[in-house]
């Protein structure tokens, strides 16, 4: 069962949609405290920021995907991971550390080279998405 009282890692995104990169930052996050909470920003036909205007998945589809993509990994939501609705945060402040920290990963470029653009790029041309 999810602990909120146990060190826990927050993953903050759109995920739109989540891929295999989303997936290695998951799985590297897991790793550090033993439980995620995935934060879903609320950006679903609005802009997530400059350059973030393509955002086609509601809350409900990103949810739904993530698991899906988790659970084939082995990963149990309420167990491993929570999944929560954010709004849009587009800027994250904070006064002091006060037993956090703000970590920014780096992958191989094989992880690197993700994107979710091209892969919504791809869905489009596909006619999975408008």
């Known amino acids: 069962m999810f602990d909120s009282k146990k060190p826990t890692v927050l993953l903050l995104g759109r995920w739109q949609p989540w891929h295999e990169g989303h997936?290695?930052?998951f799985e590297r996050a897991i790793a550090k405290t033993g439980q995620?909470?995935?934060q879903v920003r609320d950006v679903k036909d609005s802009s997530?920021?400059?350059g973030q205007e393509d955002n086609?998945?509601?809350f409900e589809q990103i949810s739904e995907?993530?698991?899906k993509k988790l659970s084939k990994s082995g990963f149990v939501i309420?167990?491993?991971?929570?999944?929560?609705l954010?709004?849009?945060i587009t800027n994250i402040t904070y006064g002091r550390g006060v037993g956090y920290s703000?970590?920014?990963?780096?992958?191989e470029s094989k992880i690197e080279s993700i994107s979710a653009t091209k892969i919504r790029k791809r869905l489009r041309d596909e006619g999975k998405i408008k």
């Open 65 to 67: 995907d993530i698991m």
């Open 86 to 88: 954010v709004p849009n």
């Open 56 to 58: 086609p998945f509601s």
């Open 102 to 107: 703000i970590e920014e990963e780096s992958f």
């Open 78 to 84: 309420n167990e491993d991971y929570i999944i929560q």
């Open 23 to 25: 997936l290695a930052l």
């Open 36 to 38: 995620v909470v995935i």
């Open 48 to 50: 997530g920021g400059e």
